[in-house]
């Protein structure tokens, strides 16, 4: 007995474990990060404590900005930043598409007690609390009816619409809780009065410098001119509350649940008829309706003047809907187009969608409103192999550390789930409410590079020869990937230097290197969405003219840092270019 326990092996210290990661101080994480920005994060300084705890990407979300000069302020931390780093950062504008979601909240989270009532009205200036809340398309009252069921934040709130208060009965509420947007004639009345007595005064401070009839008659045109004022206003105010159709859903809240602003809202009844409008665009010649609206159409023009790297379609069905923001965005833009896949349709039609759009992001709560939660995680996993094989960036999103948005530490549950997404060669992992309305932005991104790391350097690549990615426009490019990862594989490489225009990095990439991946190329555009690429670090240079001379100067830069020493083999993968018959690769194994 004393004999077999001594043949084992000793369990392992953690500090023993901490001190082996750290003699691979070369190991750059390879799962990418992209954080979601909006009004509140919109600062320099958040932006570059992020950054610096291991943001790749920024992403601003076009249903969380209300106003459009955060997007030239992004822009312009994004411009001065990448001098102050030294590295690009991409930003992806996602917009909002037909998916309806609450407004504002008072408070970052709201707890609601099972069987209270609350109001769900389309006034987007009301800012919501635990008796009423907005919404910010009016759709939602044209498709709901007393009787449904609406979820919002993928299911974690549900409420059943009760009634229907009439119109007059909606305003009336509104006039009651919101004096400061409904005021009464009373009320206005008497605001006017205060500022009428405000202008007497300093006309009665001016008095001495004209004469009484001068001052008389200002004061009776005064008087006269304020009277008009007054009435003009309640009537302006009385006319437009009387035209103004004002709907309000009396809804019982279903359980004990937790509400935070700018949630998605669906309803129960809605993927149903989703669907048969599908079937029945596909049984004639009926056009199905566009996902882009007239808000998406003026949000993507400032992002293309803006030079934003990539737009996000949200709620992507049919590879139609790719086509036209193609035709719209026009052929002299370089904006990459990613999708976000949320309905079953979209399923069905994901290699299609994918064949059109240059990358994808897995929304998987949107996908379990409709699927059951088991499925979601065997689609979640479809898709990313997917992606793979057609050679895409795949980035997956929603509630990745929903625990920190008021607690400082993720859930194992959560650390698990990472682990899962990283594990199955996952390209980025986009942070949504965490970095947007959460309270710890910056422990967030802390948190998931520290897992996402960790997971990484113990789980070891493994090569799969048999694996077959889709041959690209430009074959060869294809074919040195699969030499080179092979070769990399074999003789245990540190280090893959490419000299490329974008394809031959995504192959790479999707053949999963053993090694880093240093993408280096002479175009900004190229260098920052490679940025979101796994295991790829963009190296920006002002000319690929030069090969030869470039390449000791760059090997030297990752020398001083670590990643390569003396005796560690190197591939090298450079081409041609600017040739007749475009850009041919050709791969070299360098001995350091």
Known sequence: ?????????????????????????????????????????????????????????????????HDRRQYEKLKMIRDQLELELD?????????????????????PEIY????NIIRITQDNKVIGDENIICVDQDELFTQAKVGDKIFIDYGQVVLNITALETDQEA??????????????????????????????????????????????????????KKQKYIDQIIQNKKQKLATKSLIVFVCEIEQNCLMRPFKPLFIANRTKELKQVIKKSDD???????????KDINDFTIAKR???????????????????????????????IFVRITTQEGINNFDKIMEVADGC????????????????VQMQHDMILNCRKLVKPVLISTQILESMLTQTNPTFAEMGDIADVVEQHIDGIMLSGETTYGNHPIKVVQALAR?????????????????????????????????????AYSLRVKLILLFTTGETALSLSKLHAPCPIVAVTAKKTIARNLNIVNGVIPFLVGSLVGIEQLTPRILENFKQKGWIKQGDYIISISGLFGTQEGIINQMTILLI
């Open 87 to 107: 590295h690009t950062i991409p930003i992806n504008m996602m917009l909002q598409g037909k998916i309806t979601r609450i407004g504002h909240l008072r408070v």
């Open 171 to 224: 305003k009336q509420l509104l006039m009651e809780k919101y004096p400061d947007l409904y005021p009464t004639e009373s009320m206005f009345r008497n605001s006017i009065f205060e500022q009428e007595k405000s202008e007497k005064s300093k006309l009665q401070s001016k008095s001495s410098l004209s004469s009484e009839n001068s001052r008389n008659a200002s004061s009776t045109q005064l008087q006269s």
């Open 1 to 65: 007995m004393n004999a077999r326990l001594s043949s084992l092996t000793p369990i392992r210290s953690r500090e023993n474990i901490l001190k082996d990661e750290q003699q691979e101080p070369h190991h750059q994480r390879r799962t990418k990060i992209v954080c979601s920005i909006n009004e509140k994060t919109c600062e320099i300084d958040i932006i570059r404590e992020m950054l610096k705890a291991g943001a790749n990407a920024l992403s601003i979300n076009t249903a969380y900005t």
């Open 306 to 336: 803006l030079d934003f790297d990539s737009i996000t379609l949200s709620n992507v069905s049919r590879p139609e809907e790719v086509h036209e923001l193609k035709h719209l965005l026009g052929s002299s833009t370089n904006i990459q």
């Open 451 to 487: 897992i996402s790391k960790n997971i990484e350097m113990h789980t070891r690549l493994q090569y799969q020869g048999i694996f077959q990615i889709k041959i690209q426009e430009n074959p060869i490019a294809s074919i040195i990937a699969q030499n080179a990862i092979e070769n």
């Open 112 to 115: 609601l007690k099972k069987g």
């Open 284 to 294: 004639s010649d009926e056009e199905i309706e566009t996902q882009i609206t007239s």
């Open 361 to 376: 992001i897995i929304a998987r709560a949107y996908l379990a409103t409709w699927a059951q939660i088991e499925d979601v």
